[in-house]
């Protein structure tokens, strides 16, 4: 089982130093197949995670830390299909070449974060990330990409270098139970329990929440988001929401199992409640003002952070449990959610969406797909996301901070009318019913297999995690929440 760390870590980054140099059939080859592989190693990873944690040199993998792994994995690979289909105006050889390098590059920076044993390395592949995805966001040069790629940029940099000071506060901190020098792994930081002293580790969680949350979206330090995910390729995009966002998570809650033996459970409950409500408030309503069809689905990614540091808060086994059910049912409805609007857009040629319509009648597929997509984030039985809420909600009950449960329902009722207004009016409403101006009227069909077939994969995830989850993965999450605890 060890070995399969260094192939899952290897195979991308291998991918994508190809992808730059191969021919673009080629590339996109690879690609696909260093996607697939990566699902298929991460799943067969949990069969040694279920027994104890599999290490090897510098990586670790543990319950926690596969969650997060199969949840990118997967996103990866769907993403990289649905590129094989995808074109962008600027679509030439060498566009298509900088885009399938950078999908691989930064699937393989997400890949890496979840399985280097050690807070200083797990900053340094929050960081990679950064850099990769901010060059994908600007991959189609056009001026709107370039400035939202800055705007990413300095703001993600703003938020890790606070996150850095949290790692060297740590740091300091295990020099009074380790000594002057020592690795700084999360094998060592977990085990030091509550030795470690209070005053540094109090200051290190808030900076580690506010510094990381900034990748997460959090509000306030959420700004960047809307903008690098509305200008963003769209497989980018479906990367960005889907994985980046949850693997940035991991970061949090890394610190939140260490911090929470020295500070107690009531300090970073707070801490993440504090953020969390604000964060699913915030989105919600933010969702009924827009206009732009992926901007819409940026604050939906920030109405559901939210909805996952409240369950984190709430620190029982069933609501932990949640918590993880939801970001992998998440990382598969945000993805197919973009890869539907990206169809849209290209059908339509606009993000407006006031200028769409009849979406139904247009694509038999997606817009069916799409549809049922923006059910489960609503929360909809019968997928995963109906599974994972009812769990965090029920898991609230045994906290002391059950009003809280009620903002969530309040907040996910809110973003359900903002969402529902918008899919009824884009798939279901004719142009002259919808009043539409100036809409286009485009041809029925769909662009290409490739970016159905993700979407399909996406519902079926979504329909098994919500109907009847396989007991090997119930049991990976229970044993996760169970290391939270």
């Not at 915030?282 to 940026?298: E, G, N, P, T, W």
């Amino acid at each position: 089982m060890a070995a399969l760390l260094i192939i899952i870590v290897i195979v991308p980054l291998v991918a994508g130093c190809l992808a730059f140099v191969v021919p673009t059939r080629l590339a996109r080859l690879i690609t696909f197949v260093s996607g697939l592989s990566c699902l298929a190693l991460a799943v067969a990873l949990g069969v040694g995670v279920h027994v104890g944690p599999v290490t090897f040199g510098f990586l670790r993998a543990d319950a926690l830390s596969w969650v997060f792994l199969v949840a990118t994995a997967f996103v990866y690979a769907t993403a990289v299909t649905y590129a094989i289909g995808y074109q962008s105006p600027a679509s030439a050889t060498s566009y298509q070449h900088r885009l399938f390098a950078g999908l691989n590059i930064f699937g393989w920076a997400m890949l890496c974060a979840p399985l280097v044993n050690g807070l200083a390395l797990l900053w340094v592949a929050i960081e990679v990330t950064t850099v990769v995805s901010a060059l994908l966001v600007a991959v189609d040069r056009t001026p709107r990409a370039s400035e939202a790629a800055w705007k990413y940029v300095i703001i993600a940099s703003a938020g890790l270098g606070i996150a850095l000071f949290a790692t060297i506060l740590v740091y300091q901190a295990g020099t009074q139970v380790f000594g002057e020098s020592y690795d700084l792994t999360l094998t060592q930081m977990i085990g030091a329990g509550s030795h470690l002293p209070v005053a540094p580790i109090r200051l290190a969680f808030l900076l580690a929440v506010l510094g990381f949350g900034t990748k997460v979206g959090l509000v306030p330090v959420h700004t960047w988001l809307p903008d690098a995910h509305t200008e963003a390729p769209t497989p980018v995009s479906a990367m960005l929401s889907g994985s980046l966002l949850a693997v940035s998570a991991y970061a949090v809650l890394r610190y939140v199992q260490i911090c929470r033996p020295v500070l107690g459970a009531e300090f970073t409950g707070a801490v993440l409640m504090i953020f969390g409500v604000i964060s699913l408030l915030v989105a919600a309503f933010s969702i009924m003002l827009q206009r732009d069809l992926k901007r819409l689905l940026a604050y939906s990614s920030i109405e559901h952070m939210g909805i996952v540091c409240l369950g984190i808060s709430f620190g029982t086994p069933l609501a932990l449990a949640g918590v993880l059910l939801h970001v992998l049912a998440h990382a598969a409805a945000k993805g197919n959610a973009f890869y539907g609007a990206g169809v849209v857009m290209h059908a339509y040629g606009t993000k407006d969406i006031d200028r769409i319509h009849g979406g139904l009648d247009v694509l038999p597929w997606t817009a069916p797909l799409f549809v049922c997509t923006i059910f489960a984030l609503c929360g909809m039985p019968p997928f995963g996301m109906v599974r994972s809420e009812f769990m965090i909600i029920a898991g609230s009950v045994g906290s002391t901070t059950r009003i809280v449960a009620i903002v969530v329902l309040l907040g996910s009722t809110v973003a359900f009318l903002g969402l529902a207004r918008v899919v009824t009016r884009t798939m279901f409403l004719t142009a002259s019913v919808a009043g539409a101006v100036d809409a286009p009227s485009p041809r029925r069909g769909e662009p290409s297999a490739w970016m159905v077939a993700p979407m399909l994969a996406g519902l079926a995830v979504l329909v098994v995690l919500g109907l009847h989850p396989p007991a090997a993965l119930t049991d990976l999450l229970s044993q996760a929440a169970g290391e939270l605890m």
